[in-house]
């Protein structure tokens, strides 16, 4: 089959690689309708992700037809479409019996290793490298899913793979990092970022019932995007953000504020993120935690900094002394995604929300390693690339 494979920083070539096969009984073999390119697969790209190995299948937003199923997977049958979590969960053990699913303890074959970097271990990904499992992912013609009977949701036949897709990681991720806000009513929501899981962040805010959200960006389409779904917009390269988001609530701070940009800030934006990036190339740091600070110095006196940026290692320079001092309660994770999936999937069949909307590229497997750069550096008004194999 043809699959997008890995082969070091920068290098994404679509070869062709072996078929995937049933492992297990409660294994499915999905054929592939639509895969998409997430902003955590431009962290593989940029080489920022450790124990990846060249030839390494990518990707984690898949849907498809399932085409075969392993004997004690009852929940399944040929013919049925699904979309699958990035998430890789057993369903059965602590973390998951809790919905805790991107914490399961048994769907990360390599968990030592995990261990060793951050003291325990969360669940496998697809497609994202050893260290979280070192499993295929579905930017392929077909993929196995593993705990198939767990992880995919059936999706009825009146909706679309395009308003589907992003149930497996950008539509639940973004509501998420709402939900972690708790929002109230009058609530003002700072959010840094809107690329894809920005945009789901803004939309899933007013969901939520929020009054007010202020979008951070620089890209111009992104921030007209933004302001499509109700935000009021921020240009981070043109105006001071914390002077502006002062100004927005009376001095007050936002209620709270949501970094939905990660480890990979523009590095031109601030002296810190400048810093930050040469102690990375010189091995002085793992991360480069901007809009981390700059959320913590935004946020009011106890309110919220919800984190779905993805971060590695260990942050240098984080004022935990303005947090303490001023009550701010931090939520993060990486998506429980089938804990978010019937509801959303709900939101979607009764209209409130077309996730849709951010698709602006759409391409076979083979424009696949072009589409990662295009949509690396914002060019051609990439905001999100799907593909259909
Ligand atoms: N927690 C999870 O489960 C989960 C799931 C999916 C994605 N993610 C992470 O979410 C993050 C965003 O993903 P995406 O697909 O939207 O990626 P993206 O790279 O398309 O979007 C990031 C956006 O941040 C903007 N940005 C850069 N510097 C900024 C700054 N200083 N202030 C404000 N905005 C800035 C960029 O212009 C861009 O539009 C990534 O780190 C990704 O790994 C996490
Ligand atoms: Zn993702
Ligand atoms: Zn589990």
Same mark, same amino acid.
């Given at each position: ?56 299948? $990518?990707?984690? !937003?898949?849907?498809g037809e399932v085409v075969e199923v392993g004997a004690e997977n009852t929940k399944l ?41 951050? /003291? ?13 499992? /070192?499993?295929?992912? +579905?930017?392929? !013609? ?8 767990? %992880? ?40 840094? /970022? ?26 111009? !389409?992104?921030?007209?995007? *933004? ?21 927005l609530t009376h001095g007050r701070g936002a209620d709270a504020c949501i970094d939905a940009?990660?480890? !990979? ?19 002085? %740091? ?16 106890? +309110? ?38 019937? +509801? ?13 909307? $951010?698709?602006?590229?759409? *391409? +076979? ?25």
């Amino acid at each position: 089959m043809k699959a997008l494979c890995w082969h070091g920083k920068g290098d994404i070539r679509c070869d062709t690689v072996p078929d995937p096969k049933v492992e297990h009984p409660r294994d499915a073999i999905i054929k592939v309708t639509a895969c998409a390119i997430c902003g955590s697969d431009l962290h593989l790209l940029d080489g920022v992700m450790p124990t990846m190995e060249s030839g390494d299948v $990518v990707g984690h !937003e898949t849907m498809g037809e399932v085409v075969e199923v392993g004997a004690e997977n009852t929940k399944l049958k040929v013919g049925d479409r699904v979309v699958v979590p990035f998430t890789i969960s057993c369903g059965e053990c602590f973390f998951c019996k809790r919905g805790f699913f991107s914490g399961c303890e048994r769907s990360n074959p390599n968990k030592q290793m995990a261990e060793k970097l951050w /003291g325990h271990s969360p669940a496998g990904l697809f497609g994202y490298s050893h260290l979280l499992g /070192g499993y295929r992912g +579905g930017q392929a !013609e077909y993929l196995r899913v593993p705990y198939a009977d767990v %992880g995919p949701i059936k999706i009825p036949s009146s909706l679309t793979d395009e308003q589907v897709l992003f149930l497996s990681d950008i539509f639940p991720t973004g509501y998420m990092a709402a939900d972690f806000c708790n929002i109230q009513k009058g609530d003002t929501i700072a959010i840094w /970022g809107c690329g894809p899981v920005g945009q789901f962040a803004i939309r899933s805010a007013f969901l939520l019932g929020a009054e007010r959200v202020i979008a951070i960006d620089t890209v111009p !389409e992104r921030l007209a995007l *933004a302001r499509d779904g109700g935000a009021q917009t921020l240009d981070f390269m043109k105006e001071d953000i914390y002077d502006r988001i002062q100004e927005l609530t009376h001095g007050r701070g936002a209620d709270a504020c949501i970094d939905a940009v990660g480890t !990979e800030p523009e590095t031109t934006a601030s002296l810190d993120s400048v810093v930050d990036r040469i102690k990375v190339a010189t091995f002085m %740091g793992t991360d480069r935690p901007h809009v981390l600070r700059q959320a913590i110095h935004c946020c009011r006196n106890f +309110g919220t900094v919800s984190i779905v940026g993805v971060y590695g290692g260990l942050l240098d320079k984080v004022p935990m002394g303005s947090a303490i001092n001023r009550g701010l309660t931090f939520r993060m994770a990486q998506t429980p995604v089938q804990h978010y999936l019937p +509801g959303l999937l709900e939101r979607i069949e009764k209209g409130e929300i077309d996730p849709s909307f $951010v698709i602006t590229h759409r *391409a +076979g497997l083979e424009q696949g390693p072009e589409l990662y750069k295009t949509f690396r550096d914002k060019k051609d008004g990439c905001i999100k690339v799907v593909m259909k194999p």
